[in-house]
Structure formats: structure tokens, C-alpha cells
Nanobody, 116 residues
Framework: QVQLVESGGGLVQPGGSLRLSCAASGFFFSSYGMSWYRQAPGKERELVASITSAGNKLNYADSVKGRFTISRDNAKNTVYLQMNSLKPEDTAVYYC?????????WGQGTQVTVSS
């Protein structure tokens, strides 16, 4: 059974940084791409960043390019999202995601709030 557990969210001032982690279990982690999504109140869930199984191809939403970095450690079955220069509009619940045979799996999410 796929399990994704996010951590690292919190309250941060504009311009600050956070690093999110997603610990994965229940599947062969190193064989699957991973993604981070976010959902702000009243908005649809949107893709933030994705990484291939080997970590050699990265993709980012235009809104976070140059500020966020996705990475993974296949030895630890963990994917990360380093978020720098945070803005109030980055406030959202951040979710870890993977797909097996087209079926998505989600974590419970971690809240990120950017506010002074």
C-alpha cells in the first residue's frame, strides 16, 4: 500500500525559506517519478514541481521557477522541496504525489503559510 507522509510546513515571513520532505513507502520508490502539488483556499490543486525516477529531469511551475528546487534521495525513499524567497501567494497546503499505472496517490498534505 502506497503511503506518502509530508512534513516541514509552517509559518514563515515573506522572503524566508522552508524545506518540505515526503517520506514514501509501500512501493519501489526509485522506479517512480514524484511530484509536489499545492492547493490554496478556494483554488484548484496545481502542480508545483516534478522529478523523474532517476532525478535527472525536473519540471517547475512558472510561478516557482528560480525559487523552488525539487530533489530526491532514493536511498532514503524521500523527495524534498526546497522553497526560497517565499511569497504570500505561496500559501497553500502542499501535497506529495506519485502515480502507479496512472493511479495517483497523495499524502495528507502540509500547510505552508507565508505572512508577516
Amino acid at each position: 500500500q502506497v503511503q506518502l507522509v509530508e512534513s516541514g510546513g509552517g509559518l514563515v515571513q515573506p522572503g524566508g525559506s522552508l524545506r518540505l520532505s515526503c517520506a514514501a513507502s509501500g512501493f519501489f520508490f526509485s522506479s517512480y517519478g514524484m511530484s509536489w502539488y499545492r492547493q490554496a483556499p478556494g483554488k484548484e490543486r496545481e502542480l508545483v514541481a516534478s522529478i523523474t525516477s532517476a532525478g535527472n529531469k525536473l519540471n517547475y511551475a512558472d510561478s516557482v521557477k528560480g525559487r523552488f528546487t525539487i530533489s530526491r534521495d532514493n536511498a532514503k525513499n524521500t523527495v524534498y522541496l526546497q522553497m526560497n524567497s517565499l511569497k504570500p501567494e505561496d500559501t497553500a497546503v502542499y501535497y506529495c504525489n506519485t502515480r502507479q499505472l496512472g493511479v495517483p496517490s497523495w499524502g495528507q498534505g502540509t500547510q505552508v503559510t507565508v505572512s508577516s
